[in-house]
């Protein structure tokens, strides 16, 4: 997996180029961070012990995830006669082929761009990144979130928004760069498996879904260049 919280910081970093649309920009962030979702469903068809692997990269990594995605905002615009949710719909598609893009340039995995017509394109097939990188590579999801958060912090900083939440913002992100030191220490001392390895995943998940939620509070800060 990359990490999310990479993903969320290239998403912000789109505000250089994107345009000033309302409810687009909050798109484009939402929809690169929201693919990872999917580890969701990995986490349920583990606990009911089915093959959770073939499941991830797929359904929320593909070129048709993004139009039906792309459909169903342009509707819901058309039914309530308000342009914000098209302008989110394309924020939401320009943020997961943004999250698609990186996973297929970085992190040694392929993508199923195609899914369900299947067909995955892998650029690293071949490479299995040694032990150490892999505990790296996951337990780094919580340093991303840390600095992502920080991001956050800085820029309402810059633009005097969302002033009341940069307090437990920065509380978050000294949690999630704790958690990177203790999940790292651990794995590479005693290797990544068992409950240990369970609770990463489900803190993973938890620092992912406050993830999203903070963005959607921050929307102020994140919309404001
Ligand atoms: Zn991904």
Redesign the pocket.
């Known amino acids: 997996?990359?990490q999310?919280g990479i993903?969320a910081l290239v998403g912000v970093a789109a505000r250089k180029w994107a345009p000033q649309k309302e409810w687009l920009l909050i798109g484009v962030v939402l929809g690169s961070m929201a693919?990872?979702l999917?580890n969701l469903a990995v986490a349920y068809v583990t606990l009911t012990k089915g093959d959770a692997h073939a499941l991830?990269?797929t359904f929320?990594?593909s070129f048709f995830t993004i139009l039906a995605v792309l459909a169903a905002f342009y509707l819901i615009a058309m039914l309530t006669k308000n342009q914000k949710w098209n302008n989110l719909g394309i924020g939401l598609g320009i943020g997961i082929l943004l999250?698609?893009l990186?996973?297929l340039a970085l992190w040694f995995n392929g993508?199923e761009l195609l899914w369900p017509l299947g067909g995955e394109l892998n650029f690293w097939a071949g490479f299995t990144p040694p032990a150490w990188l892999s505990v790296i590579l996951d337990t780094g999801e919580f340093l991303a979130f840390g600095l992502y958060f920080l991001l956050l912090i800085s820029l309402s900083r810059k633009h005097n928004t969302d002033s009341e939440r940069q307090g437990s913002v920065k509380n978050l992100a000294y949690v999630e760069f704790a958690l990177f030191v203790i999940f790292a220490t651990l794995f590479l001392a005693k290797g990544s498996t068992g409950l240990p390895y369970t609770i990463y995943g489900a803190l993973y998940l938890i620092s992912l879904i406050t993830a999203l939620v903070i963005t959607v509070k921050m929307k102020k800060t994140i919309e404001l260049v």
Do not use: F, Q
């Open positions: 997996m990359s999310n993903h693919p990872d999917d991830h990269r929320t990594h999250h698609i990186l996973d993508v």
